[in-house]
C-alpha cells in the first residue's frame, strides 16, 4: 500500500511526542489510532490535545469546525485492533531497548503485511530496534524534534534493512506535512544530537578551566554569535539531567571519543538535583526571587569563548559530512531547523573562511594537545585545495 492522504496513521505512545505526532496527521487529514498502555496517559493526551487546539480558536489560528474535524479524527485507543489498518505507524514509547522491540514484534502480528513502521527514538540505534521484526525492510527511524507540530525538522534514518523505496515515500510523506527532512545514518544522535555536542561541551569545558561563568559565556553566545539561547540557559531548559544523558550516550556509543566526553560541572549538578527550570536550579536559579550574576561584557573575551565554540561546532559538521553521515546542506538545514541554529555551521564557515576555522582548531590544538581539539580531515582538505562547502 503506498501512502497517501488515505493513509490511515498508527502512533504508540500518547506521551509529549506521540501526542504531536498524532496532531500533526489529524491536521493533515488522517485517520488517527492513537494508543497507550496506560489509560491515564491517553486521557491526560486527550486533555492535551483538546487544550492546544482550543487555544488555536482562541488567537484566530483556526476555526471551531476544523479544530472539531482534527480531533474527531484522532481515536484514543486501549488496545491495537484498529491498527489493522494502518498504512503507516509512528512508535513513541519510552527510550528503552527491549519495550520497544517488544512492542514492534507485537505490532508486527497485527498490522497489514506492507505497513510501514517507523521509530522516533532519539539515542537507539535503527539495525537494533529493527531486528525484534520479520520484515525490516519496512522499517526506519521518523525523529521528531519537540514540540513535534512547531520543530519544521524531521530527521529520517533508514537501516541497514530498511528498503530503499520504504525511505523515500517515507521522506516525501513527510514532506508533504510541510516539514524539513533530513537524511541521515543510523550513527549515533544522527545528526542533530551529534553536531550539537560541543555547544554544550565546550561551553561546559571554558567555564571548568575558569575561563568565564555560565551568564558571560551564555552573553557571548547571544550578543556575538546570535544564537537564540546561550548554552548553560538551554541545558537548564532541557533539564542538565536529559542533556546530560545525550552527551554520556553518544560519548560511549563513539567509543569514548574524547570529543564527546561529558563534563564533571553537569554530572555534579545531576547528582545534586539541580536539574534546571524543572527543579528551580541549575546552572542559574529560577522563581521571582531569583538573582543571578551578571555577565562580563568584555567583547575581546567574548570573541574568544565563541571562536572555540564556534570552531568545534564547525569541525563537527565537518565530520558528519565527511564520515558520510548527512550531505552538508542536510547538516545546515538539520541546525537551523532542529535547533534553531542562526546560520547553518558550514554556510558560516564559508563566510568565516575554512583557513580561519582550521587556524582556531590548530591553536587550540597546540594548546592542548588533546585528541579532542584533532582538525577533521576534510576542513584540512577543503583549505588544502582552496575550496568552500558551497559552490557559490
Ligand atoms: N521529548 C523529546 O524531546 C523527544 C524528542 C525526540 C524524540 N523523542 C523520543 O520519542 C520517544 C517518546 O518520548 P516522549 O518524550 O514522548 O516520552 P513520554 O514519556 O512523554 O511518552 C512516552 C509514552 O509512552 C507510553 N508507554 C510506555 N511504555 C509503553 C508501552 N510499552 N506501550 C505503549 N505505550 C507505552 C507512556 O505511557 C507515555 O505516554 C522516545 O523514544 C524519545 O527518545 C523524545
Same mark, same amino acid.
Given at each position: 500500500? =503506498?501512502?497517501?492522504?488515505?493513509?490511515?496513521?498508527?502512533?504508540?505512545? =500518547?506521551?509529549?511526542?506521540?501526542?504531536?505526532?498524532?496532531?500533526?496527521?489529524?491536521?493533515?487529514?488522517?485517520?488517527?489510532?492513537?494508543?497507550?498502555?496506560?489509560?491515564?496517559?491517553?486521557?491526560?493526551?486527550?486533555?492535551?490535545?483538546?487544550?492546544?487546539?482550543? %487555544?488555536?480558536?482562541?488567537?484566530? %489560528?483556526?476555526?471551531?469546525?476544523?479544530?472539531?474535524? *482534527?480531533?474527531?479524527?484522532?481515536?484514543?485507543?486501549?488496545?491495537?485492533? @484498529?491498527?489493522?489498518?494502518?498504512?503507516? #505507524?509512528?512508535?513513541?514509547?519510552?527510550?528503552?531497548?527491549?519495550?520497544?522491540?517488544?512492542?514492534?514484534?507485537?505490532?508486527?502480528?497485527?498490522?497489514?503485511? @506492507?505497513?510501514?513502521?517507523?521509530?522516533?527514538?532519539?539515542?537507539?540505534?535503527?539495525?537494533?530496534?529493527?531486528?525484534?521484526?520479520?520484515?525490516?525492510?519496512?522499517?526506519?527511524? #521518523?525523529? /521528531?524534534?519537540?514540540?513535534?507540530?512547531?520543530?519544521?525538522? #524531521?530527521?529520517?534514518?533508514?537501516?541497514?534493512?530498511?528498503?530503499?523505496?520504504?525511505?523515500?515515500?517515507?521522506?516525501?510523506?513527510?514532506?508533504?506535512?510541510?516539514?524539513?527532512? +533530513?537524511?541521515?545514518?543510523?550513527?549515533?544522535?544522527?545528526?542533530?544530537?551529534?553536531?550539537?555536542?560541543?555547544?554544550?561541551?565546550?561551553? &561546559?569545558? *571554558?567555564?571548568?578551566?575558569?575561563?568565564?561563568?555560565?551568564?558571560?559565556? @551564555?552573553?557571548?553566545?547571544?550578543?556575538?554569535?546570535?544564537? !537564540?539561547?546561550?548554552?548553560?540557559? &538551554?541545558?537548564?531548559?532541557?533539564?542538565?539531567?536529559?542533556?546530560?544523558?545525550?552527551?554520556?550516550?553518544?560519548?560511549?556509543?563513539?567509543?569514548?571519543?574524547?570529543?564527546?566526553?561529558?563534563?564533571?560541572?553537569?554530572? !555534579?549538578?545531576?547528582?545534586?538535583?539541580?536539574?534546571?527550570?524543572?527543579?528551580?536550579?541549575?546552572?542559574?536559579?529560577?522563581?521571582?526571587?531569583?538573582?543571578?550574576?551578571?555577565?562580563?561584557? @568584555? !567583547?575581546?573575551?567574548?570573541?574568544?569563548?565563541?571562536?572555540?565554540?564556534?570552531? $568545534?561546532?564547525?569541525?563537527?559538521?565537518?565530520?558528519?559530512? /565527511? $564520515?558520510?553521515?548527512?550531505?552538508?546542506?542536510? +547538516?545546515?538545514?538539520? $541546525?537551523?531547523?532542529? +535547533?534553531?541554529?542562526?546560520?547553518?555551521?558550514?554556510?558560516?564557515?564559508?563566510?568565516?573562511?575554512?583557513?580561519?576555522?582550521?587556524?582556531?582548531?590548530?591553536?587550540?590544538?597546540?594548546?592542548?594537545?588533546?585528541?579532542?581539539?584533532?582538525?577533521?580531515?576534510?576542513?584540512?582538505?577543503? +583549505?588544502?585545495?582552496?575550496?568552500?562547502?558551497?559552490?557559490?
Amino acid at each position: 500500500m =503506498s501512502l497517501d492522504k488515505n493513509t490511515t496513521v498508527g502512533v504508540v505512545g =500518547s506521551g509529549t511526542m506521540g501526542s504531536g505526532i498524532a496532531q500533526i496527521a489529524a491536521t493533515y487529514g488522517h485517520d488517527v489510532y492513537l494508543f497507550d498502555a496506560f489509560p491515564e496517559q491517553l486521557q491526560k493526551s486527550e486533555d492535551g490535545l483538546v487544550g492546544i487546539l482550543n %487555544r488555536q480558536v482562541e488567537k484566530n %489560528r483556526m476555526t471551531k469546525d476544523e479544530v472539531d474535524e *482534527i480531533l474527531s479524527r484522532i481515536h484514543f485507543v486501549d488496545h491495537l485492533n @484498529d491498527f489493522k489498518t494502518c498504512g503507516l #505507524v509512528f512508535e513513541a514509547i519510552i527510550e528503552d531497548l527491549d519495550t520497544k522491540k517488544d512492542q514492534f514484534a507485537r505490532l508486527e502480528a497485527i498490522v497489514p503485511g @506492507d505497513c510501514i513502521l517507523a521509530t522516533n527514538t532519539s539515542s537507539l540505534s535503527i539495525a537494533s530496534i529493527s531486528s525484534s521484526l520479520d520484515k525490516p525492510g519496512r522499517f526506519l527511524g #521518523v525523529h /521528531f524534534f519537540n514540540p513535534a507540530p512547531i520543530m519544521k525538522l #524531521v530527521e529520517i534514518i533508514p537501516g541497514i534493512t530498511t528498503d530503499e523505496s520504504v525511505r523515500n515515500e517515507v521522506k516525501s510523506f513527510i514532506d508533504g506535512w510541510e516539514k524539513t527532512t +533530513v537524511l541521515t545514518t543510523d550513527t549515533p544522535g544522527f545528526i542533530v544530537n551529534r553536531v550539537a555536542r560541543p555547544f554544550y561541551g565546550e561551553a &561546559l569545558r *571554558i567555564y571548568e578551566e575558569g575561563i568565564a561563568d555560565p551568564a558571560t559565556i @551564555d552573553w557571548a553566545m547571544k550578543e556575538l554569535g546570535e544564537f !537564540r539561547m546561550g548554552p548553560f540557559e &538551554l541545558m537548564d531548559l532541557i533539564g542538565n539531567d536529559v542533556n546530560y544523558k545525550v552527551t554520556e550516550t553518544v560519548f560511549k556509543e563513539f567509543y569514548y571519543d574524547p570529543r564527546f566526553k561529558p563534563s564533571f560541572a553537569q554530572k !555534579r549538578l545531576v547528582e545534586a538535583g539541580r536539574l534546571g527550570r524543572k527543579s528551580g536550579i541549575g546552572f542559574y536559579k529560577y522563581g521571582k526571587t531569583a538573582e543571578n550574576p551578571e555577565p562580563v561584557k @568584555d !567583547r575581546e573575551l567574548g570573541k574568544k569563548i565563541l571562536y572555540r565554540i564556534l570552531a $568545534m561546532l564547525i569541525n563537527e559538521a565537518c565530520d558528519a559530512v /565527511f $564520515m558520510n553521515v548527512a550531505t552538508a546542506e542536510d +547538516v545546515d538545514l538539520a $541546525m537551523t531547523n532542529g +535547533v534553531n541554529y542562526p546560520r547553518g555551521l558550514l554556510k558560516w564557515a564559508d563566510e568565516i573562511g575554512p583557513s580561519t576555522v582550521l587556524d582556531w582548531m590548530s591553536a587550540l590544538q597546540v594548546e592542548y594537545r588533546e585528541d579532542r581539539y584533532r582538525p577533521n580531515p576534510l576542513l584540512k582538505r577543503k +583549505v588544502r585545495n582552496g575550496e568552500l562547502f558551497y559552490e557559490s
